[in-house]
């Protein structure tokens, strides 16, 4: 499989404050990078489509404003969480997709805690 | 909109002993089924999948899954689980462009 990877693992923050999380396509170049927000003891819930050189595709109930995804590059997506609240804490997974494949291939996940 | 159940939340056993995780989805046209695994502490990796043709599919470490469509299944089964098997399962459907996941089973082999 592909490595994907994700910066940084675990980060506790402040409400109020922005997060940044990195995720690095080191074997391919990714068109599309997926990003997943995992609640305990609940099944990995698909947040938005991060396409290259376009504007992310959120899915329902995703706030824009809040989950900002940039995909400025082929290798590098990244999920900042603006504002952030308790609410945002949780387990957050990037993955990316080779083109003309259904196969995805998994960051090993950012731990969120904000207090 | 699509829907995974994985009805085993928690499954422990011993080793040698045979594994059966259920998965049940929702959709019934075309679809491309999978399932992972999440080792502790490590990110989900492949065990399979299933795009068409038999439905008896083998994966890595010994695992397989049969896919009936009338019962829109997909169950993962083992014959003879060993202690390094400890971890989290999911299962999932990919269509209409995107992964669905169900909730997951952990699965605790003792030695």
């Known amino acids: 499989g592909a490595v994907v990877s994700q910066h940084p693992s675990w980060v506790i923050c402040k409400s109020g404050t922005s997060v940044k999380i990195e995720c690095r396509s080191l074997d391919f170049q990714a068109t599309t990078m997926f990003w997943y927000r995992q609640f305990p003891k609940q099944s990995l819930m698909l947040m938005a489509t991060?396409?290259?050189?376009?504007?992310?595709?959120?899915e329902q109930g995703v706030e824009k404003d809040k989950f900002l995804i940039n995909h400025a590059s082929l290798t590098l997506s990244t999920l900042t969480v603006t504002s952030a609240h308790p609410e945002d804490s949780s387990f957050y997974i990037c993955?990316?997709?080779?083109?003309?494949?259904?196969?995805?291939?998994f960051g090993p996940g950012t731990r969120l805690t904000v207090t | 909109a699509q829907s995974v159940s994985q009805h085993n939340h928690h499954v422990i056993l011993s080793e040698a002993a045979s594994l059966e995780l259920g998965c049940n989805y929702s959709?019934?046209?075309?679809?491309?089924l999978f399932w992972y695994v999440q080792y502790p502490g490590q990110h989900l990796q492949l065990l399979l999948k299933y795009f068409s043709g038999d439905p008896l599919v083998k994966g890595i470490k010994g695992f397989e899954a049969e896919f009936i469509k009338s019962k829109f299944s997909f169950n993962l089964r083992k014959p003879s689980v060993q202690w390094s098997d400890t971890a989290e399962y999911f299962c999932?459907?990919?269509?209409?462009?995107?992964?669905?996941f169900g909730s997951g089973t952990k699965l605790n082999v003792k030695p």
């Open positions: 993955s990316t997709q080779r083109d003309y494949s259904e196969e995805q291939y």
């Open positions: 991060s396409n290259e050189g376009s504007k992310a595709t959120y």
């Open positions: 999932a459907v990919y269509n209409f462009n995107k992964f669905y």
């Open positions: 959709y019934g046209g075309t679809v491309n």
